[in-house]
């Protein structure tokens, strides 16, 4: 297996005049390898913080290694962490996600920084085992949803929907003057699943205590008909036909360019995305919006929310201090603004005194509504749970590609989520 391996540039810059307390004292020789996935706004951040770690640290040497995002990431951050071969410092998911792989044994809990005291508990209770905290924010909080092309949206005369009907008669508007409707990108699996993800606000609107039930193997996808809904907006979209040609070998970087780019209408995706906007297509940033996936009523138009990924410490690493104070900067309102700075922008932080810029893009003051008082959002599924099996991009791209229906699809997702809950040892299972 490939992977590329990046030297984090280490060269002096304006950002490598910030300093904290901690960064200050270290001033300690050191080498430090930390892993990524390979979004680009993911490499961009590290990159950054790593160059402003190390003009704090100029004695400090930081190797970046890039993996894969979805299903092959999960492998290799689990193979490497089960081998003892992890990066002394890596990114990877919060929730439960980060329950599969056993941070108890794997990952040095980081409960009693100092840092931990700026960090909102809710983002803790999602990096939380055994009483223990393992991890720090990667990014800001996240909303799943639509981004659209407002270029596109100005042209048809078209209004943002806040219902699904709305949304889908959108589509048919876009496909009827020879644009694209929706963007898909299936060559990076993951991609598939915001139709369903995305849609678990609607779920709890209709079925408040499906994340308990479904825990306790009282509830299902295929059985529950609100939670089957958003497998079946996946296969009616991908039937209409709004859909590019190429959504089968199309990647999430062409995705991000064609909403920026109006190469399309929508791009159902987490809104992480507008750092990649930022990142690979400055000049149209302020040419996408957002929206929350809509549900079937217009006065409970909500959005569903993610944790952000986090950072963690490897258990075997040869350098905690070092890696516990690496991550302390990152958790710090100076490797807030240098976040800001590498990608811009892109939600509400999790850490005290992280405070976003005045000109956000469209797509980020589009979000903040849902977050602010009298706004209506709900957490995805994978924070109420520690139940997702991981076979969901797999399933979803046969739903998208009209090789399975939405019913059999939510089947086959609940026999994939009893082998998970099986194997993490669940009552009721």
Not at 31 to 55: C, F, H
Not at 65 to 78: F, H, L, S
Not at 278 to 285: G, H, K, Q, R, V
Not at 390 to 413: F, K, M, W
Request: aromatic share 10%; net charge negative; proline share 6%.
């Amino acid at each position: 297996m490939t992977k590329t391996k990046l030297i984090a540039l280490m060269g002096a810059s304006t950002l490598g005049m910030l300093m904290t307390a901690s960064a200050v004292q270290a001033q300690q020789s050191g080498y430090l390898s930390i892993l990524v996935d390979n979004g680009p706004q993911s490499i961009a951040t590290m990159e950054a913080w790593a160059e402003a770690y190390k003009a704090m640290n100029p004695d400090v040497t930081i190797d970046i290694e890039v993996r894969p995002g979805g299903g092959e990431g999960d492998n290799i951050v689990k193979t490497r962490l089960a081998t003892g071969a992890m990066a002394d410092v890596f990114s990877y998911n919060s929730g439960s996600l980060f329950q599969a792989i056993n941070p108890t044994q794997n990952l040095l809990p980081l409960t009693d920084e100092a840092f931990q005291d700026g960090v909102q508990d809710s983002f803790k209770s999602v990096v939380s085992a055994g009483g223990e905290v393992y991890g720090a924010p990667f990014a800001p909080a996240m909303g799943g949803g639509i981004f659209y092309n407002k270029p596109i949206y100005e042209e048809l005369g078209l209004q943002v929907p806040t219902t699904w009907d709305e949304f889908m008669a959108n589509n048919e508007a876009i496909k009827e003057a020879g644009k694209v409707a929706v963007i898909q990108t299936y060559a990076d699996t993951w991609t598939s699943q915001l139709f369903v993800l995305s849609d678990f606000y609607n779920v709890l609107a209709e079925e408040p205590d499906f994340a308990e039930k479904f825990t306790a193997n009282e509830a299902k996808f295929a059985t529950t008909p609100a939670a089957l809904r958003g497998f079946e907006k996946l296969q009616e979209v991908a039937e209409a036909g709004y859909f590019n040609a190429d959504f089968g070998a199309a990647t999430y970087a062409d995705g991000v360019r064609m909403i920026a780019m109006g190469e399309g209408a929508h791009y159902p995706m987490l809104t992480f995305a507008v750092g990649a906007i930022a990142e690979t297509a400055p000049d149209y940033l302020d040419d996408v919006g957002f929206f929350a996936q809509p549900g079937d009523s217009a006065e409970n138009n909500g959005l569903t929310t993610w944790m952000p990924d986090s950072v963690y410490v490897a258990a075997n690493t040869a350098s905690p201090d070092l890696a516990k104070d690496f991550v302390a900067f990152i958790a710090s309102p100076e490797g807030c603004d240098v976040r800001n700075e590498a990608v811009g922008a892109t939600g509400p932080y999790m850490v005290a005194g992280c405070e976003l810029p005045a000109d956000v893009p469209p797509s980020v003051s589009d979000m903040l509504p849902y977050f602010q008082e009298g706004g209506q959002n709900a957490p995805a599924l994978e924070f109420l749970s520690p139940v997702k099996g991981p076979a969901l991009e797999q399933i979803l791209v046969e739903v998208g590609t009209g090789s399975r229906d939405a019913a059999s699809a939510a089947a086959l997702y609940d026999e994939d989520v009893r082998k998970q809950a099986q194997q993490l040892g669940l009552e009721g299972w």
